[in-house]
């Protein structure tokens, strides 16, 4: 008995049915016609949840939260033209962090392209410069063979996302109409009809070699660090990962190597009293001459992304140590392009090799002073910042940071804007035994998108506060519109100082004409209102005891809410100035040559 469809409905179930089945669950779709046999499907599934985003770039950043939150392929779906075109943002920084995305695009039928039909353009590999994977899927193959080659595809496409070269992955799917369920097209068999996904998909990540290849450039390893009293471990952005966190803890004991603890390192986060090796004021460390000609490193172990700190940049571009960057793909995390070797390992399997290996063999450190002249400078540091930035009156940039993270209670996800807030955090957040799960958008650290990347983090049910700067808020309002709309609570904090107030700390500041105009650019536009037409709650907050309150109020809340923080950037440049100095002066003294 023969079952009538519409090829496009039928060719998009299989698809979506086989997702489900791998164990995608989250979608997100803007509306459209030529992506409605996608988006018919995607309403008719009950394994994955679907959010319906007007704006293509914000629906974007809220599925790249989602995947981030998750750990797992979260499904785009949008309409041909321009509108697969305001996915690029969102894509860009997926494929510089590495988070798993399947892009759907709905596309016209081949004869269309280049006839100046409506809403067509050539989308044929859009994303090539970002994208891990693409396979443009053709019209429907409407018979078995068809259909098992598109359930192979998707499997392709949701393996090669999240483990074997992680990362977002585009599927291009041309449709000729009609589009709609109930215009039947074809006759074909309930056997294929009935036809189930595939059920089989490898684990193999591709990229992580075997213990034996580990063993051999460990080998070359660890007689440089036994013999090498002069070390430094850098702990870069990484996602959050316990495990990695323990082991180069492990590492920082046995080898008595200070860790510059990148803000968005995660091991800030997970310090006790007896973890002094970990430090979080390598940047103002760093900006003293003397300590830094009297601790030129022997050898530096960097983990995770790129470091934060121009600082800590302009550091590994002066030095003559042996630099070993280790990420699981081998990426190429070294913009000061002067790295010894980048290895291509899942780094707590690196680490647990490395410790067993060293653990085996006798070491030794001379009686030097390197180790604890790196915890006493990191204790200078501290009581400047104690003394300068603690007392200064509220508020202030950099005080404000650290107020948030004292208040927000462990377990909590933070995400980080970029910009002045993530070099706040990465300066002035001091180490705590909070464990905190920190995300952030540092691929291409644009400031777009930030509102709505934290909302798809909101999805994980978990406490979670974004902390952002009035530019990049108004640059992603209407990730407003479906946060107000599915109810998703997140703390918005925003530090408004009124225009692009990091440019107060740049060397430009001050020295050109109608430097306020064209750098600063104040934009003096009320926050209060712009949020509360979309009926989401906002507090203007004054004083510290009115952001501890309320910041604990609004964690309690099944809603999302605005804090909003007014600052003046001038001020806030001048006092981070002030501390730098301060430790610069006092550290020269300490460690004169």
């Not at 995947?67 to 860009?92: M, N």
Request: positive net charge; hydrophobic residues 40%.
């Amino acid at each position: 008995m023969k079952i009538k469809v519409n090829r496009n409905i039928i060719w998009a179930q299989i698809f979506i049915d086989q997702l489900a089945a791998l164990g995608v669950r989250y979608a997100c779709i803007s509306p459209g016609s030529r992506s409605t046999p996608l988006t018919y499907v995607l309403s008719k599934n009950r394994k994955i949840k679907s959010f319906i985003n007007i704006d293509e770039r914000s629906s974007a950043f809220f599925a790249l939260g989602s995947a981030k939150a998750t750990d797992k392929p979260v499904i785009i779906v949008t309409t041909s033209g321009t509108a697969v075109a305001e996915l690029y943002p969102a894509i860009i920084e997926a494929y510089q962090q590495r988070t798993p995305l399947i892009i759907c695009t709905a596309d016209r039928p081949p004869e269309l392209i280049g006839t100046g039909a409506n809403q067509t353009i050539n989308q044929y590999n859009l994303f090539k410069n970002h994208i891990r994977w693409f396979r443009d899927l053709g019209l429907p193959s409407i018979n078995e063979n068809g259909f098992y080659h598109l359930q192979k595809i998707a499997m392709k496409a949701y393996q090669i996302s999240l483990t074997e070269d992680r990362g977002p992955v585009h599927l291009n799917f041309p449709f000729r109409k009609p589009l709609e369920p109930f215009s039947h097209t074809d006759e074909i068999s309930r056997k294929i009809y009935r036809l189930k996904p595939q059920k089989y998909v490898s684990k193999k990540t591709g990229l992580t070699p075997n213990g034996s290849q580990i063993n051999k450039i460990t080998r070359r390893l660890i007689d440089e660090l036994i013999k090498t009293d002069k070390g430094i471990i850098i702990a870069g952005p990484v996602r959050h990962d316990r495990e990695l966190i323990k082991s180069i803890k492990k590492l920082s004991a046995l080898l008595k190597y200070p860790v510059f603890a990148d803000g968005i390192s995660q091991i800030r986060f997970s310090a006790n009293k007896k973890d002094k090796t970990i430090l979080s004021n390598f940047n103002s460390i760093l900006k003293s001459e003397n300590f830094i000609k009297e601790h030129e490193p022997d050898v530096i172990i960097q983990f995770g992304r790129t470091p934060t700190s121009s600082v800590l940049e302009s550091f590994l571009e002066e030095t003559n140590a042996d630099r070993y960057l280790i990420n699981k793909y081998g990426d190429k995390f070294d913009p000061t392009r002067n790295a010894k070797t980048i290895l291509a390992f899942e780094p707590k399997i690196f680490c647990k090799n490395l410790l067993s290996s060293i653990k085996q063999k006798k070491i030794t450190r001379h009686k030097s002073s390197w180790l604890k002249d790196f915890i006493y400078a990191e204790e200078i540091s501290e009581k400047v910042k104690a003394g300068i930035i603690e007392k200064a009156k509220f508020p202030n940039e950099p005080y404000v940071i650290n107020e948030i993270f004292k208040t927000v209670p462990s377990g909590s996800n933070i995400f980080i804007g970029n910009s002045l807030p993530v070099r706040d955090l990465d300066n002035f957040v001091n180490s705590t035994a909070k464990r905190f799960n920190i995300f952030f958008n540092r691929g291409a650290s644009g400031i777009d998108g930030v509102t709505s990347t934290a909302f798809g983090i909101a999805l994980s049910k978990k406490p979670t506060v974004l902390i952002t700067g009035d530019l990049s808020f108004l640059h992603d309002l209407n990730a407003l519109s479906i946060a107000a709309k599915y109810l998703i609570p997140l703390i918005i904090i925003v530090i408004n100082n009124n225009g692009g107030g990091i440019f107060e700390s740049l060397p430009i500041a001050g020295k050109v004409k109608r430097f306020k105009e064209y750098f600063i650019t104040p934009h003096d536009l009320e926050l209060a209102a712009i949020v509360k037409s979309f009926g989401i709650n906002h507090q203007l907050i004054t004083n510290r005891s009115q952001l501890q309150s309320h910041l604990i109020k609004g964690l309690n809340k099944n809603s999302p809410s605005v804090l909003e923080i007014q600052t003046n950037a001038a001020r806030s440049a001048e006092l981070r100035n002030k501390y730098y100095n301060e430790v610069k002066n006092k550290l020269n003294e300490e460690f004169k040559i």
